[in-house]
């Protein structure tokens, strides 16, 4: 990105600045309205600081909130408006945090508001008033002199002085009509649209963030005066500090570690004062903690103790977090995107966070995590941040890896964690690296297809050779016969160069919709009257299907599939040879954690409501037959089969089918959703995330 500014934004909280999704993707040169997550790439934000000068400072995505269309889909050329578009950056700032957010109000038909340039020169200031609300967007007229809301505004927050607060912000501007033959602007006409704008107000700005969790933190209400934690922390401060002046060093202290200003340099601070400024600070009762550690480690326990009954404190100290963020941007790119893969395999069992699908929302939900539960008699547990970075750490092979382990290290001192608890996790998570290179990861092609009418088909194709997935067609509004997929298909599957030490073909793994589990794409045949043989797809190659839309319909199953996973080689198989009705299952399998594979040996009717339900569990294997009325020889045969070699298994019965029909009679599907492979986010269908 060069320095020219793209767009503007406000701070949300102490490390997080609020922006128009359309906004990063102009910062990245992409399609403006391009609803994929940027990933880990970093983003140059300057912060301002009212007429103080600006830093720079680099961010990425901690939240991305897609544009969408009103129907969920994605924004087609010509759309002047949209839902969405919102992403929430976490800035690698200050120790101290950013210099505080505005208040934030709803907004009010006939309210003038002022946006600024994302420049933030301050000329280029444009008045603003209100004129329509409907919910979800609002519409704001310019004043007819001054500045006119245009390219660089988007983001802006919308300052309503009458309220001294923001009130939404800049999503696009009407420009003038254009001649459609030529694209060139067409002489102004006194009956043009001059000077509107559209906006999304703070209520649905708020609607939006709430459910990821986001304000929460940012916000911080004042301490309850009878609330528990304050009392406890309140005592506290009294008996480690009894005297004014250790307040006065104490609370200096603390304001340098947490980069606020300190108080008066003779009046102390209240004890009540103090345990206030640990419960509105997120990170100051860590710092107090640590200033505590050596001289008063009795005093730092229970200083931890007492803030552990509180939601606001977070894991971490400002030196801390700030050398954390310092560790992660000298990563290696390829261990940064398998963050999410090592915090699976170090969590299994982490409960699902709406919208917690960033490396930065990851991290920002560990921090809020308990211990990992093995702990002896009054030792602290170790903090679910720390076991994961240790998985984290066991993937590098750079520098990183002892300057990550030193930093775990200090963290662990700080909480008065023993070196034998760190290092029992250390081990855990190089136990883990060795069993992955026991099993490295298969190439794969991803295949979305979408009905469009009777026997036609679009696709959308990926190819993941383990660093994730890179989407390899364009097309994705054509249609296609099965023949023509198919070809389409194999000439992506051709392209591919498997590693030399790996034998296996690639694996298929075909993205649908819940209506679409039972289509044939593994039967599907590149007829091509040049070519020698025939190119089945389920017969040349391992063909799984995958429903993100089930499994993402229940957040809060997304653990128990993790978990699952995991079990895989050791995991149970259940077969469910009566029909069953979704309630019937769902008891079943609701806390069967061990249950990793379920054959469902069932009539057609009911089949697919029990194959759907156990795929919203998070059941990551599912084997059913498409064509068989009674006993499946599918299910017979697949039993036979060890559950992490099912998709060559069933490639072979493809395979014998096609020679030997009486024999193998089944028509198989294997329904395969791997928690260590990420699926492209375009195919996550919560509203916020259709594409």
Same mark, same amino acid.
Request: charged letters at 25%; hydrophobic letters at 40%; aromatic letters at 4%.
């Given at each position: 990105?060069?320095?020219?500014?793209?767009?503007?934004?406000?701070?949300?909280?102490?490390?997080?600045?609020?922006?128009?999704?359309?906004?990063?993707?102009?910062?990245?040169?992409?399609?403006?309205?391009?609803?994929?997550?940027?990933?880990?790439?970093?983003?140059?934000?300057?912060?301002?600081?009212?007429?103080?000068?600006?830093?720079?400072?680099?961010?990425?995505?901690?939240?991305?909130?897609?544009?969408?269309?009103?129907?969920?889909?994605?924004?087609?050329?010509?759309?002047?408006?949209?839902?969405?578009?919102?992403?929430?950056?976490?800035?690698?700032?200050?120790?101290?945090?950013?210099?505080?957010?505005?208040?934030?109000?709803?907004?009010?038909?006939?309210?003038?508001?002022?946006?600024?340039?994302?420049?933030?020169?301050?000329?280029?200031?444009?008045?603003?008033?209100?004129?329509?609300?409907?919910?979800?967007?609002?519409?704001?007229?310019?004043?007819?002199?001054?500045?006119?809301?245009?390219?660089?505004?988007?983001?802006?927050?919308?300052?309503?002085?009458?309220?001294?607060?923001?009130?939404?912000?800049?999503?696009?501007?009407?420009?003038?009509?254009?001649?459609?033959?030529?694209?060139?602007?067409?002489?102004?006409?006194?009956?043009?649209?001059?000077?509107?704008?559209?906006?999304?107000?703070?209520?649905?700005?708020?609607?939006?963030?709430?459910?990821?969790?986001?304000?929460?933190?940012?916000?911080?209400?004042?301490?309850?005066?009878?609330?528990?934690?304050?009392?406890?922390?309140?005592?506290?401060?009294?008996?480690?500090?009894?005297?004014?002046?250790?307040?006065?060093?104490?609370?200096?202290?603390?304001?340098?570690?947490?980069?606020?200003?300190?108080?008066?340099?003779?009046?102390?601070?209240?004890?009540?004062?103090?345990?206030?400024?640990?419960?509105?600070?997120?990170?100051?009762?860590?710092?107090?903690?640590?200033?505590?550690?050596?001289?008063?480690?009795?005093?730092?326990?229970?200083?931890? +103790?007492?803030?552990?009954?509180? /939601?606001? @404190?977070? #894991? *971490?100290?400002?030196? %801390? =977090? $700030?050398?954390?963020?310092?560790?992660?941007?000298?990563?290696?790119?390829?261990?940064?995107?398998?963050?999410?893969?090592?915090?699976?395999?170090?969590?299994?069992?982490?409960?699902?966070?709406?919208?917690?699908?960033?490396?930065?929302?990851?991290?920002?939900?560990?921090?809020?995590?308990?211990?990992?539960?093995? +702990?002896?008699?009054?030792?602290? /547990?170790? @903090?679910? #941040? *720390?076991?994961?970075? %240790? =998985? $984290?750490?066991?993937?590098?092979?750079?520098?990183?890896?002892?300057?990550?382990?030193?930093?775990?290290?200090?963290?662990?001192?700080?909480?008065?964690?023993?070196?034998?608890?760190?290092?029992?996790?250390?081990?855990?998570?190089?136990?883990?690296?060795?069993?992955?290179?026991?099993?490295?990861?298969?190439?794969?092609?991803?295949?979305?297809?979408? /009905?469009?009418?009777?026997?036609?088909?679009?696709?959308?194709?990926?190819?993941?050779?383990?660093?994730?997935?890179?989407?390899?067609?364009?097309?994705?509004?054509?249609?296609?016969?099965?023949?023509?997929?198919?070809?389409?298909?194999?000439?992506?599957?051709?392209?591919?160069?498997?590693?030399?030490?790996?034998?296996?073909?690639?694996?298929?793994?075909?993205?649908?919709?819940?209506?679409?589990?039972?289509?044939?794409?593994?039967?599907?045949?590149?007829?091509?009257?040049?070519?020698?043989?025939?190119?089945?797809?389920?017969?040349?190659?391992?063909?799984?299907?995958?429903?993100?839309?089930?499994?993402?319909?229940?957040?809060?199953?997304?653990?128990?599939?993790?978990?699952?996973?995991?079990?895989?080689?050791?995991?149970?198989?259940?077969?469910?040879?009566?029909?069953?009705?979704?309630?019937?299952?769902?008891?079943?399998?609701?806390?069967?954690?061990?249950?990793?594979?379920?054959?469902?040996?069932?009539?057609?009717?009911?089949?697919?409501?029990?194959?759907?339900?156990?795929?919203?569990?998070?059941?990551?294997?599912?084997?059913?037959?498409?064509?068989?009325?009674?006993?499946?020889?599918?299910?017979?045969?697949?039993?036979?089969?060890?559950?992490?070699?099912?998709?060559?298994?069933?490639?072979?019965?493809?395979?014998?089918?096609?020679?030997?029909?009486?024999?193998?009679?089944?028509?198989?599907?294997?329904?395969?959703?791997?928690?260590?492979?990420?699926?492209?986010?375009?195919?996550?269908?919560?509203?916020?995330?259709?594409?």
């Amino acid at each position: 990105m060069d320095d020219k500014a793209v767009g503007a934004g406000f701070v949300l909280g102490g490390e997080t600045v609020l922006t128009c999704a359309h906004v990063v993707n102009a910062a990245l040169g992409r399609t403006v309205l391009d609803p994929r997550a940027p990933g880990l790439t970093e983003i140059g934000v300057e912060v301002r600081d009212g007429e103080a000068s600006s830093q720079r400072y680099f961010a990425r995505v901690a939240h991305w909130i897609a544009p969408r269309a009103r129907d969920g889909g994605p924004v087609r050329p010509g759309d002047d408006e949209w839902l969405g578009d919102l992403a929430v950056l976490r800035v690698d700032g200050p120790a101290g945090g950013l210099p505080a957010g505005p208040r934030r109000a709803a907004m009010a038909v006939g309210q003038e508001v002022e946006a600024c340039h994302g420049s933030g020169v301050e000329a280029t200031f444009a008045v603003l008033t209100v004129r329509r609300l409907n919910g979800s967007r609002a519409y704001l007229d310019g004043a007819p002199t001054g500045m006119a809301v245009g390219p660089g505004y988007s983001g802006s927050p919308l300052w309503c002085e009458t309220e001294k607060a923001v009130v939404g912000l800049v999503v696009a501007h009407f420009m003038p009509p254009v001649d459609r033959a030529t694209g060139a602007p067409r002489p102004p006409s006194t009956q043009d649209l001059a000077r509107r704008s559209w906006a999304a107000p703070w209520q649905r700005v708020e609607a939006e963030l709430r459910p990821l969790g986001v304000l929460d933190r940012v916000t911080p209400d004042p301490p309850d005066p009878d609330d528990h934690a304050f009392l406890l922390l309140v005592q506290a401060i009294e008996d480690i500090f009894p005297s004014a002046s250790g307040r006065v060093e104490g609370a200096k202290r603390l304001a340098r570690a947490c980069g606020v200003p300190h108080g008066s340099e003779v009046t102390p601070p209240t004890p009540d004062e103090f345990a206030a400024f640990l419960l509105t600070h997120p990170r100051a009762l860590a710092a107090l903690a640590g200033n505590l550690r050596r001289d008063a480690p009795q005093d730092a326990d229970r200083v931890l +103790a007492a803030g552990a009954l509180s /939601r606001t @404190p977070l #894991l *971490l100290s400002p030196r %801390e =977090y $700030v050398a954390l963020r310092k560790h992660l941007r000298a990563m290696e790119p390829e261990v940064l995107a398998r963050i999410p893969e090592a915090i699976r395999a170090a969590l299994p069992h982490m409960a699902a966070q709406p919208g917690a699908d960033t490396v930065e929302a990851l991290l920002n939900h560990l921090e809020a995590l308990p211990g990992d539960g093995r +702990a002896g008699d009054g030792e602290p /547990r170790v @903090p679910a #941040l *720390l076991r994961a970075m %240790e =998985y $984290v750490g066991a993937l590098c092979t750079s520098a990183v890896r002892p300057q990550l382990r030193l930093w775990a290290d200090g963290v662990a001192q700080r909480l008065g964690i023993t070196r034998a608890a760190i290092g029992e996790r250390r081990s855990d998570a190089q136990e883990w690296v060795r069993s992955l290179r026991a099993r490295t990861a298969r190439v794969r092609v991803l295949v979305q297809v979408t /009905r469009a009418g009777q026997g036609r088909h679009q696709l959308r194709i990926w190819c993941d050779e383990g660093a994730g997935p890179r989407q390899v067609s364009t097309d994705s509004v054509s249609s296609h016969s099965a023949s023509e997929a198919a070809r389409e298909v194999l000439r992506v599957l051709d392209s591919l160069t498997p590693p030399v030490e790996d034998e296996r073909p690639p694996l298929v793994e075909v993205l649908v919709d819940r209506s679409g589990l039972n289509l044939p794409v593994d039967e599907w045949t590149a007829r091509d009257p040049e070519a020698l043989v025939p190119g089945v797809l389920g017969v040349e190659f391992p063909l799984v299907v995958h429903c993100p839309e089930l499994l993402r319909r229940h957040g809060r199953f997304l653990a128990h599939w993790r978990s699952r996973w995991s079990r895989l080689d050791s995991g149970k198989t259940l077969v469910v040879s009566a029909s069953m009705d979704r309630d019937a299952i769902y008891s079943r399998l609701v806390n069967q954690l061990d249950t990793v594979r379920v054959c469902v040996d069932v009539p057609p009717g009911p089949r697919d409501g029990i194959v759907q339900t156990c795929l919203a569990l998070g059941i990551p294997v599912v084997v059913w037959d498409r064509g068989r009325d009674g006993t499946s020889h599918t299910v017979r045969y697949t039993a036979q089969i060890a559950t992490p070699e099912l998709p060559d298994g069933v490639r072979d019965y493809r395979a014998n089918a096609k020679v030997n029909p009486p024999d193998f009679p089944g028509r198989p599907v294997l329904a395969w959703a791997d928690a260590d492979r990420t699926v492209p986010r375009l195919h996550l269908t919560e509203p916020q995330e259709s594409a």
